[in-house]
């Protein structure tokens, strides 16, 4: 991992001229955001997409997120359209970190100390609490509340009633969303604060809740019914996950194993793409550090093919490879 990310900070240094040395953690963080300028035709591939609800205006419902390390710290970047509506409310990420967590809040969960809590519990302070079950196989351990005057991450008893206090908090994530306009923010922990290493896989669901509690239909993770609002029940079927050993974001509303079968048999070795067990037409799309698509393939295939792709050397590309019902990203240096 410490090679790879050395490769990106070269790739920086080449293209911004005024870089001269790496100084901290928040430095690195501040130079990788600002390469990576979202937009429709300039999105590395492939980020964590919400749920497309706009019930708040989509301000959550049609983002994404991209998520990226800095050897122990966890790093994510987010893209929060706001033509359709204020960032008012407060995004709550509840994360499964493999320990034991909670499958479900009810009634038993209702920390009112302040909005944040009120916002992760799902309070019934001010008569919108509502029940929120998680996943199958998907235990909350951890949540992060986001808003435009602070972000922190607390820590979620496993067992017991949470009552007023009773949700722990750990530490602030680092949040530059200061502004309810603000489109694009970030945040970062260590992975030790959530008992993980970067290695391993980091599961979360997420909710758009207002700071009386009032839940909003918008998040990530799949489950959320259109028009959901106030009080409603929330039951999740999907989760997004990630690590630093896979590009981008998995998406899941089945058993893991099932998903896997959805990745195409594709590898890239010198300067061809393999692919194999694949009858169909196949899009290849090659992506840069900053997002930008430098070429695209379109091609059938009639069980294997070796396709010949001109990359550039020593720059870390994306291959994006689709068929009509399976995909592979494949992240190269090439030498």
Not at 289 to 301: A, C, D, P
Request: charged letters at 15%; hydrophobic letters at 35%; glycine letters at 10%.
């Amino acid at each position: 991992m410490q090679k790879f990310f050395r490769k990106i900070l070269q790739q920086l240094r080449s293209q911004v001229n005024f870089i001269t040395r790496r100084k901290s953690n928040i430095t690195i963080l501040a130079l990788l955001t600002s390469c990576f300028v979202f937009s429709q035709n300039r999105i590395p591939p492939p980020p964590c997409y919400a749920n497309d609800n706009t019930g708040a205006g989509g301000v959550i419902g049609n983002g994404h997120f991209l998520h990226f390390d800095d050897e122990d710290f966890l790093n994510l970047h987010f893209y929060s359209p706001t033509d359709g509506g204020n960032f008012d409310a407060v995004l709550v990420i509840y994360m499964d970190t493999g320990g034991p967590g909670r499958t479900i809040l009810d009634q038993t969960v209702d920390d009112s100390d302040d909005p944040y809590r009120i916002a992760i519990t799902n309070s019934n302070a001010f008569g919108f609490g509502s029940t929120v079950t998680f996943p199958d196989g998907f235990e909350a351990s951890y949540a992060i509340a986001i808003d435009s005057n602070s972000g922190g991450l607390y820590a979620i008893p496993s067992t017991g009633n949470i009552g007023n206090g009773d949700l722990n908090y750990i530490t602030s994530v680092n949040s530059t969303l200061t502004s309810n306009t603000q489109s694009h923010f970030d945040i970062s922990i260590l992975y030790s604060d959530i008992g993980i290493s970067p290695q391993d896989e980091l599961l979360i669901v997420a909710m758009y809740v207002g700071h009386d509690g009032y839940t909003f239909d918008e998040g990530y993770g799949d489950g959320i019914w259109p028009g959901t609002q106030g009080a409603d029940a929330v039951f999740f079927s999907g989760f997004r996950a990630f690590s630093s050993d896979q590009v981008g974001c998995r998406t899941t509303a089945l058993s893991i194993d099932e998903n896997d079968g959805n990745i195409i048999d594709a590898t890239f070795v010198n300067n061809r793409l393999q692919i194999n067990g694949v009858n169909d037409e196949v899009t290849i799309n090659v992506y840069d550090l900053l997002g930008r698509n430098v070429s695209k393939i379109t091609q059938q295939i009639s069980g294997y093919a070796k396709i010949p792709i001109e990359l550039l050397k020593d720059q870390l590309q994306f291959i994006v490879v689709e068929s009509s019902n399976k995909k592979k990203v494949i992240k190269v240096i090439p030498h």
